[in-house]
């Protein structure tokens, strides 16, 4: 069973930075994306950022030129940096995996770790 481990969240003031980690941990043998999404109360879940096993990126509109995602192919580890967050950054952010496993190709979620961005 694969499970995702995620770090990093937490109180910061507007204009501050965060960065969350994820690391996978289980038995797979290909990652192919890893992402971020957030939820924030009363909303949808929503796609923050992803990355591909190729290295390509895709980003929301709002936070692109504000975060940063990165993953160490070699630790199988994805993280996110924020910088100059604002208050409608506060949400539940989620990891993401899209891997193959011993059961073939799926999805699995992180727990989610909380970011609340208030002065």
């Known amino acids: 069973q694969v499970q995702l481990v995620e770090s990093g969240g937490g109180l910061v003031q507007p204009g501050g930075s965060l960065r969350l980690s994820c690391a996978p941990s289980g038995r797979f043998f290909t990652i192919y994306i890893l992402a971020w999404y957030r939820q924030a109360p009363g909303k949808q879940r929503e796609l923050v950022a992803r990355?591909?096993?190729?290295?390509?990126?895709n980003y929301a509109d709002s936070v692109k030129d504000r975060f940063t995602i990165s993953r160490d192919n070699a630790k199988n580890t994805v993280t996110l940096q924020m910088n100059s967050l604002k208050a409608e950054d506060t949400a539940v952010y989620y990891c993401n995996a899209y891997l193959r496993g011993p059961d073939g190709l799926g999805t699995y979620w992180g727990q989610g770790t909380q970011v609340t961005v208030s002065s």
């Open positions: 990355i591909a096993d190729t290295g390509s990126t």
